[in-house]
């Protein structure tokens, strides 16, 4: 595995990503929207042609770079309800969702 895919794997916080890669971020934008942006940057990884893996590794870390300042972009000119990243979003097809609606769509918990 190259060395760019291994230190994908070690990071977990959206600045982390952003650090990693040397991207300049709003970090309101970052704050608001972490985890759709991450959700998008997989979204664009898992898609893209040829695939991250397919890519000689030097290749490897611009390609990805690139996928991340996208999903990053994208919520720049747009919402997360617009993007419709999540599936709470998708269900929703553009409307307001209320705290209830998500609690709901949660599995219930188990009592201990």
Not at 19 to 34: E, G, H, K, W
Not at 75 to 98: L, M, N, W, Y
Request: aromatic share 10%.
């Amino acid at each position: 595995m190259s060395e760019t895919l291994n230190a994908l794997r070690a990071l977990s916080a959206a600045e982390e990503f952003f650090d990693f890669f040397a991207l300049t971020y709003n970090p309101a934008v970052l704050q608001v929207n972490r985890l759709h942006i991450l959700k998008r940057f997989n979204q664009y990884l898992r898609s893209s042609t040829p695939t991250v893996i397919e890519l000689p590794a030097e290749a490897q870390f611009p390609h990805c770079r690139a996928l991340l300042l996208r999903a990053y972009e994208d919520f720049i000119r747009s919402t997360p309800a617009q993007e419709k990243v999540f599936k709470v979003f998708q269900d929703a097809d553009g409307s307001h969702v209320g705290l209830d609606q998500l609690r709901s769509s949660l599995p219930s918990r188990k009592e201990s």
